[in-house]
């Protein structure tokens, strides 16, 4: 089982708070370390205020040498799809290859009122997210010295040199998420590399994942080529009064995270990834709140990661 670090910088920290906890998530051995795309904190002051996602993978890229990086997930609002492909695949060269892009159609509509970014209905914002990944993928499948044209009915490329090119052949991997039970398993089916389940129960996921993998078979894709991950809110301690000082750094209950939540004791922890590999999945991303205790991620690679090797 890949466990991989996923913070929520909006809720509050600093590049130099992400570069801390990106280190610990290298030296203890986890596989990754991806971020949220936020502008806007929900339910806190969010003080100091938000960092970028990709300026700080950027930072990151340079900073680390082993542990993957992305971001779950970008929102197709923030950027027009040329660019986001430029700077992934600058990313992409400054870490070597280890950059990978969540993309997803946007749903916080408060954070785009508070910067001015326009935030379309649903409908059209799905409608820029296929266009987007048709546009990605298509500049980075062009070949050097062959030129790329898109005419969509949102964004039109005319004679671009689809440039610069990024290190991973052929392509960064590309993460689709979410709980559509139509549009989102056909994009996964055809642009995805990983389908990610958020926060929702492993028989829910297991349903999703079902969904998807029919959505491979009908496109004429093995569903097995797709990678399966959930996203979980992590709250793990050795004692219950760890435990419970852990759920008050972020304002939880820890009745309510046992349940919904990677959360207890380190063997609770496993149990429940467990759960969620018998669902098909493979990779868990351990949503991590409280930036400043790195022993919580200390508990997680000593007491929980050995359990699940398998």
Same mark, same amino acid.
């Given at each position: ?5 996923? &913070? ?12 801390? @906890?990106?280190?610990? !998530? ?7 370390? $991806? ?8 339910? #806190? ?10 300026? &700080? ?13 992305? &971001? ?35 749903? $916080? ?16 914002? $799905? ?48 993460? @689709? ?29 297991? %349903? ?10 009908? #496109? ?38 046992? %349940?919904?939540?990677?959360?207890? !004791? ?37 007491? @929980? ?6």
């Amino acid at each position: 089982m890949d466990l991989r670090i996923f &913070t929520e910088p909006q809720q509050g920290a600093t590049y130099d708070d992400l570069l801390r @906890v990106a280190r610990a !998530t290298e030296d203890l051995g986890f596989d990754a370390f $991806f971020r949220s795309d936020h502008y806007l904190a929900m339910n #806190a002051d969010g003080l100091p205020g938000p960092t970028d996602a990709w300026l &700080t993978l950027a930072g990151l890229a340079r900073e680390t040498s082993r542990i993957r990086l992305g &971001t779950l997930v970008t929102s197709v609002t923030f950027r027009h799809p040329g660019p986001l492909a430029i700077s992934v695949a600058q990313v992409d060269q400054m870490s070597g290859g280890r950059v990978e892009l969540g993309l997803g159609a946007g749903w $916080f509509e408060a954070e785009h009122n508070a910067y001015g970014i326009p935030f379309p209905p649903l409908g059209e914002r $799905f409608d820029r997210l296929e266009e987007s990944f048709e546009i990605i993928t298509g500049l980075w499948g062009t070949s050097e010295g062959r030129r790329f044209d898109h005419q969509g009915a949102h964004y039109q490329l005319t004679d671009s040199p689809a440039l610069p090119k990024p290190v991973q052949s052929p392509r960064p991997p590309i993460i @689709v998420g979410g709980a559509g039970k139509k549009r989102t398993p056909a994009l996964a089916a055809r642009f995805a590399d990983e389908f990610n389940c958020a926060f929702v129960p492993a028989d829910t996921a297991a %349903e999703q994942i079902g969904r998807v993998r029919a959505a491979c078979a009908k #496109a004429g894709r093995r569903p097995e080529t797709m990678t399966y991950s959930a996203a979980l809110v992590l709250c793990c301690g050795r004692s219950e009064s760890e435990l419970a000082r852990r759920a008050d750094a972020i304002g939880r209950e820890v009745g309510e995270l046992r %349940e919904n939540g990677a959360a207890g !004791t380190p063997d609770e922890v496993v149990e429940t990834i467990e759960r969620y590999r018998e669902a098909g999945i493979s990779r868990i991303y351990l949503q991590t709140l409280d930036l400043t205790d790195l022993d919580h991620l200390e508990v997680i690679a000593n007491e @929980v990661a050995p359990q699940l090797v398998r």
